[in-house]
Nanobody, 122 residues
């Protein structure tokens, strides 16, 4: 199996910063796409930032210029640096990865972390 473990959530005042980290472990040949989604109370899960399988990094318009995603392929980790946080950034943040589990796995399987709560007070 594959596990995604997030860390770094917490309570911060508006204008502050937090850094989220996610590490993938288990039977992994290669991690293709990897990134972060979030879900606020009463709302659908939405993309925050993503390294897709191919192409450029994707950011939600609402976080562009404030959040930065980074990745270490060797360590199978992805981080999200969140600056200038706003109360509307309050949500559960979920790590996402599409993982190839063998050389013969051409499509991959999607995995999700359990989530880490980010609360931004006004």
């Amino acid at each position: 199996q594959v596990q995604l473990v997030e860390s770094g959530g917490g309570l911060v005042q508006a204008g502050g910063s937090l850094r989220l980290s996610c590490a993938a472990s288990g039977i992994i040949f290669r991690v293709n796409a990897m990134g972060w989604y979030r879900q606020a109370p009463g709302k659908q899960r939405e993309l925050v930032a993503l390294f897709p399988t191919g192409g450029n990094t994707n950011y939600a318009d609402s976080v562009k210029g404030r959040f930065t995603i980074s990745r270490d392929n060797a360590k199978k980790t992805v981080d999200l640096q969140m600056n200038s946080l706003k109360p509307e950034d309050t949500a559960d943040y979920f790590c996402y990865a599409r993982v190839l589990r063998s050389l013969f796995d051409s499509y991959g399987t999607e995995y999700w972390g359990k989530g880490t709560l980010v609360t931004v007070s006004s």
